[in-house]
């Protein structure tokens, strides 16, 4: 999952090789210029002054040309080669591993991983038996309540956010009145919280809890149009099943118009300036490899206090 937090569907590093490669090399940048020609044969003949207008507009129409080639590329590679989000959901499917969560306080994503073999503990020719077994259709389905869904849109009850937020009181209780606040003291209480967040999450799915309950319906037309859910979810939860990783929303992989905006404007505002080519895209790969840095360093920091994993299992960096 951490990983993910930085996956786009372009790569910002070869897009700024190739665009700088088309103005500096191939000369294209010439263009820009006030005289017909797009390349200057002699020095000693007059040269048009540049216009910045139309510098901004070649390498904009350049940019996209090349970022929409990259858009086409990807579709492509992820429609018949592999998928890193449908690899994700098969990863908790296969490591019998559940996943939620919430991009608002009451609304959010789940990945039902549970494993149709009941265990994920085991050797590899045992997983490769399980695996065959699933591509001959002889056991179940991997989704939610026996069906193919595993990936869902899920809205909660007041009731359910408040017994979240109790846990983590809890915890935080427990770890202001415990002494002197050592480490042992700090990390007993992150265990039994998160011990206490596996059970209730646990029983929440499997319908077993005492007062909290979920209810899986499709989404109306109008619902997925203007993906605003027209039932408030009051004495149950709702799952609505979800085909298209719209989990994507947490990531850099569904805010790709936006990013790719950012780093258009991040390189037409310094080559407004500097008037070099170089510099502009030096400068816009430098601020994008600093954004995809703060991005990992929150990720780490928000998953480690959200699900009260210890820092000590998150190894990416």
């Known amino acids: 999952w951490l990983k993910l937090q930085t996956l786009r569907k372009i790569n910002i590093a070869s897009l700024l090789i190739i665009l700088l490669v088309l103005l500096v090399a191939v000369e294209l940048i010439n263009i820009s210029s006030s005289q017909p020609l797009s390349i200057v044969v002699s020095t000693d003949v007059y040269i048009a002054p540049t216009s910045r207008y139309l510098r901004l507009a070649v390498s904009s129409i350049l940019f996209l040309l090349i970022a929409s080639m990259q858009f086409l590329f990807n579709f492509v590679y992820e429609r018949f080669i592999e998928h890193k989000l449908d690899q994700f959901v098969d990863l908790c499917s296969v490591s019998n591993i559940s996943f939620i969560a919430l991009a608002f306080p009451r609304f959010g994503f789940y990945i039902h991983g549970r494993s149709v073999h009941?265990?994920?503990?085991?050797?590899?020719?045992?997983?490769?038996?399980?695996?065959?077994?699933?591509?001959?259709?002889?056991?179940?389905?991997?989704?939610?309540?026996?069906?193919?869904?595993?990936?869902?849109?899920?809205?909660?009850?007041?009731?359910?956010?408040?017994?979240?937020?109790?846990?983590?009181?809890?915890?935080?209780?427990?770890?202001?009145?415990?002494?002197?606040?050592?480490?042992?003291?700090?990390?007993?209480?992150?265990?039994?919280?998160?011990?206490?967040?596996?059970?209730?999450?646990?029983?929440?799915?499997?319908?077993?809890?005492?007062?909290?309950?979920?209810?899986?319906?499709?989404?109306?037309?109008?619902?997925?149009?203007?993906?605003?859910?027209?039932?408030?979810?009051?004495?149950?939860?709702?799952?609505?099943?979800?085909?298209?990783?719209?989990?994507?929303?947490?990531?850099?992989?569904?805010?790709?118009?936006?990013?790719?905006?950012?780093?258009?404007?991040?390189?037409?505002?310094?080559?407004?300036?500097?008037?070099?080519?170089?510099?502009?895209?030096?400068?816009?790969?430098?601020?994008?490899?600093?954004?995809?840095?703060?991005?990992?360093?929150?990720?780490?920091?928000?998953?480690?206090?959200?699900s009260l994993l210890d820092k000590r299992f998150i190894i990416y960096s």
């Open 118 to 306: 009941g265990v994920a503990d085991t050797d590899l020719r045992t997983l490769s038996q399980f695996l065959d077994k699933e591509e001959e259709d002889v056991v179940g389905k991997r989704g939610l309540d026996g069906t193919s869904h595993q990936v869902f849109e899920i809205s909660i009850t007041c009731d359910m956010r408040n017994e979240y937020d109790r846990i983590i009181r809890q915890m935080k209780l427990a770890q202001n009145t415990d002494g002197r606040k050592n480490s042992n003291s700090l990390q007993e209480a992150e265990l039994v919280a998160h011990q206490m967040l596996t059970k209730f999450f646990t029983s929440f799915i499997e319908k077993s809890h005492r007062s909290l309950r979920f209810e899986r319906r499709e989404k109306l037309l109008c619902e997925s149009v203007t993906s605003i859910e027209l039932y408030e979810p009051i004495d149950f939860s709702f799952m609505y099943p979800d085909n298209g990783n719209t989990f994507s929303s947490l990531l850099f992989y569904g805010h790709e118009s936006t990013l790719l905006l950012f780093n258009l404007l991040t390189y037409q505002f310094w080559d407004t300036i500097t008037l070099n080519s170089i510099a502009a895209c030096f400068i816009a790969y430098i601020t994008d490899m600093f954004l995809v840095w703060i991005r990992r360093v929150w990720a780490k920091h928000n998953i480690v206090k959200k």
